[in-house]
């Protein structure tokens, strides 16, 4: 299949580079955004970070049904004005309006856990039910496991303590034969 492009030229411009790379980004974003158009229903997966500009940044997952089968991808990075609750669901529900998407079709939301996320008032979650009451909201098993191990490491702190007095009586002891024996 020819794509017009010249196998025994190099590409060395840094500008045509970055102009490929558009080009190809349009044609898959475009390609996705069909599949996800095509799925009878769509679960979305975000999660907030600030960059070393300190920008408020959102990240997008993605799973529909291409071909009868569950498909996850990552969707999209986008700013957040804010990372309250009604920023976030605002930010998302203008984005899915901007790609021709109702929000009535997705049914499955996932983040973090965080209260801006899934507070039962202005969370993200909770805004989302709103516009569609059949949404399922999760916490990220990814994001338990993060908890527990931080939760494990906070009581082996203990364990450490515990530990480090059993190894001072032990060196206390094996340094005096006199004390080894009695």
Request: charged share 25%.
């Amino acid at each position: 299949v020819s794509i017009g492009v010249h196998s025994k030229l190099h590409y060395c411009n840094h500008a045509r580079a970055r102009e490929f790379v558009m080009c190809f980004s349009k044609v898959l974003t475009k390609k996705q955004w069909q599949g996800i158009g095509k799925s009878p229903v769509i679960g979305i997966a975000i999660d907030e970070s600030t960059d070393v500009s300190t920008s408020e940044n959102l990240i997008i997952y993605v799973t529909y049904i291409k071909a009868g089968k569950r498909v996850t991808e990552y969707l999209k990075l986008l700013h957040a004005p804010c990372t309250t609750g009604e920023a976030i669901a605002n930010t998302i529900v203008q984005y899915l309006t901007d790609n021709d998407v109702e929000i009535r079709k997705v049914v499955c939301f996932c983040s973090d856990g965080a209260s801006n996320m899934t507070g039962w008032k202005s969370g993200v979650a909770a805004l989302l039910k709103k516009l569609n009451p059949f949404l399922l909201s999760y916490h990220c098993i990814a994001h338990k496991l993060a908890v527990a191990c931080a939760d494990a490491a906070e009581e082996m702190k203990y364990r450490e303590q515990e530990e480090k007095v059993i190894n001072e009586i032990s060196t206390y002891l094996n340094v005096s034969g006199k004390r080894t024996h009695e």
